[in-house]
């Protein structure tokens, strides 16, 4: 009896047109690991896709090959075909015209033959891809628009779910899922070692270490066990630039930046005994430092990292170039933070989420805690 990992790899041999994806509000180890993927299928000549809703090539992870490749939208297109009997009478010529509302097509039959309408008939193909791979995505919802424009397709196209997180519902047809491994990446390169390990290359292992490192932190948070020390080994022993990785993730920051960063660290606020936490940064704040908004995009990664007490974490952003205020929220806990809050129209996925608001920034702070205070209090303990 085949394996779960030997059906994968099967699966994959077969496929030829293929689209990996992950979720809206992506991870570092999903983005990198979907590039690491992309790559090792290129080199065993797939022809392969990238897509994930809405994507903008993140500042910090522009180092990594080929993240310009990664589309912000799905485009895939049924086709319809028209299957027309030729058993008994042969085609002599095939023509067609274009009217407002049709196509009609002419058929001539050879020899003084005659077509009957029993000898038509017509069907959809299924799409442009014949596999769809997820990389660290929990449920098929949290690719967004991706998924929900294009609900049919992911419903009629197999699909292989890749991940490490413990919440994963494991959707796809076929599931690779390692709740102890450290990342997705993990994950990832254990099955491409056992799919041609000949493939790896140095740019596929400097994707996947660059997903171990974000995913852990550079080692500081997550399931650290001595197989994730041996991957990230074998990995740098592949190539991959583990000095290059660290310099892009962690010391690569302007002044701007690390000044932003200064003033979300000095209005540091807690509540609910320490369980939440949050920040804020006005315009003010962008005009004093000349920084931008998404130049703070990973302080909350750093919070969760040196705040380990916290359960929810927030940073509220005043955007500088019109009236909106950004609410990021992260969970560090167990704790499902969309189904949180939801009802303020926030959009993203277990651990993650945001929205924007109209409200003054003092005025949206003080329901927004408010409201998570009191979803924490009914929480079981």
Same mark, same amino acid.
């Given at each position: 009896?085949?394996?779960?990992?030997?059906?994968?790899?099967?699966?994959?041999?077969?496929?030829?047109?293929?689209?990996?994806?992950? =979720?809206?509000?992506?991870?570092?180890? @999903?983005?990198? /690991?979907?590039?690491? +993927?992309?790559? #090792? $299928?290129?080199k *065993?000549? =797939?022809?392969?896709?990238?897509?994930a @809703?809405?994507? /903008?090539?993140?500042p +910090?992870?522009? #180092? $990594?090959?080929? *993240?310009h490749?990664?589309?912000?939208?799905?485009k895939?297109?049924?086709?319809?075909?028209?299957?027309?009997?030729?058993?008994?009478v042969?085609v002599?010529?095939?023509?067609?015209?274009?009217?407002?509302?049709?196509?009609?097509?002419?058929?001539?039959?050879?020899?003084g033959?005659?077509?009957?309408h029993?000898?038509?008939?017509?069907?959809?193909?299924?799409?442009?891809?014949?596999?769809?791979?997820t990389?660290?995505?929990?449920?098929?919802?949290?690719?967004?628009?991706?998924?929900?424009?294009?609900t049919?397709?992911?419903f009629s196209?197999p699909?292989?779910?890749?991940?490490?997180?413990?919440?994963?519902?494991?959707?796809?047809?076929?599931?690779?899922?390692?709740?102890?491994?450290?990342?997705?990446?993990?994950?990832?390169?254990?099955?491409?070692k056992?799919?041609?390990?000949?493939?790896?290359?140095?740019r596929?292992?400097?994707?996947?270490?660059?997903?171990?490192?974000?995913?852990?932190?550079?080692?500081r948070?997550?399931?650290?066990?001595?197989?994730?020390?041996?991957?990230?080994s074998?990995?740098?022993?592949?190539?991959?630039?583990?000095?290059?990785?660290?310099?892009?993730?962690?010391?690569?920051?302007?002044?701007?930046?690390?000044?932003?960063?200064?003033?979300v660290?000095?209005?540091?606020?807690?509540?609910?005994?320490?369980?939440?936490i949050?920040?804020?940064?006005?315009?003010?704040?962008?005009?004093?430092?000349?920084?931008?908004p998404?130049?703070i995009?990973?302080?909350?990664?750093?919070?969760?990292?040196?705040?380990?007490?916290?359960?929810?974490?927030?940073?509220?952003?005043?955007?500088?170039?019109?009236?909106?205020?950004?609410?990021?929220?992260?969970?560090?806990?167990?704790?499902?933070?969309?189904?949180?809050?939801?009802?303020?129209?926030?959009?993203?996925?277990?651990?993650?989420?945001?929205?924007?608001?109209?409200?003054?920034l003092?005025?949206?702070?003080?329901?927004?805690?408010a409201?998570?205070?009191?979803?924490?209090?009914?929480?079981?303990?």
């Open positions: 009896m085949r394996t779960a990992e030997q059906q994968i790899i099967d699966t994959v041999q077969k496929a030829q047109n293929i689209l990996i994806s992950f =979720k809206e509000n992506y991870t570092g180890d @999903a983005l990198a /690991s979907a590039l690491a +993927l992309y790559l #090792f $299928l290129k *065993i000549g =797939k022809r392969t896709h990238i897509a @809703a809405h994507f /903008s090539p993140p +910090l992870f522009n #180092f $990594l090959p080929h *993240i490749d990664i589309r912000p939208e799905l895939t297109a049924q086709k319809f075909i028209i299957s027309l009997a030729t058993n008994n042969n002599k010529e095939i023509s067609y015209r274009r009217l407002p509302d049709k196509l009609e097509f002419f058929i001539t039959p050879d020899n033959g005659v077509f009957k029993e000898h038509i008939s017509s069907h959809a193909t299924g799409h442009d891809y014949d596999l769809i791979i990389i660290g995505t929990s449920d098929l919802e949290s690719l967004g628009a991706l998924y929900t424009d294009n049919d397709f992911f196209v699909m292989i779910n890749i991940d490490h997180h413990s919440d994963n519902e494991a959707y796809g047809q076929m599931n690779c899922i390692n709740i102890t491994a450290l990342a997705t990446a993990q994950v990832l390169f254990d099955l491409l056992n799919f041609a390990p000949a493939q790896l290359d140095e596929i292992a400097t994707c996947l270490l660059t997903g171990i490192i974000s995913e852990s932190k550079s080692f948070v997550g399931s650290l066990t001595p197989r994730s020390l041996v991957a990230a074998e990995l740098v022993e592949l190539g991959a630039e583990r000095e290059r990785i660290v310099r892009h993730l962690y010391q690569h920051r302007d002044l701007n930046t690390l000044k932003l960063w200064g003033r660290l000095a209005k540091l606020k807690s509540d609910a005994d320490g369980k939440i949050w920040s804020t940064l006005n315009k003010f704040d962008f005009e004093k430092t000349g920084g931008a998404e130049q995009n990973d302080i909350i990664e750093e919070l969760m990292v040196n705040v380990p007490d916290a359960q929810i974490i927030l940073l509220f952003v005043e955007q500088p170039t019109n009236q909106h205020v950004r609410v990021s929220i992260r969970a560090t806990k167990n704790i499902n933070v969309l189904d949180m809050v939801k009802e303020l129209g926030a959009s993203g996925d277990k651990g993650r989420a945001g929205f924007a608001s109209n409200k003054p003092a005025e949206l702070e003080c329901d927004v805690i409201h998570l205070k009191q979803k924490l209090e009914k929480l079981p303990i």
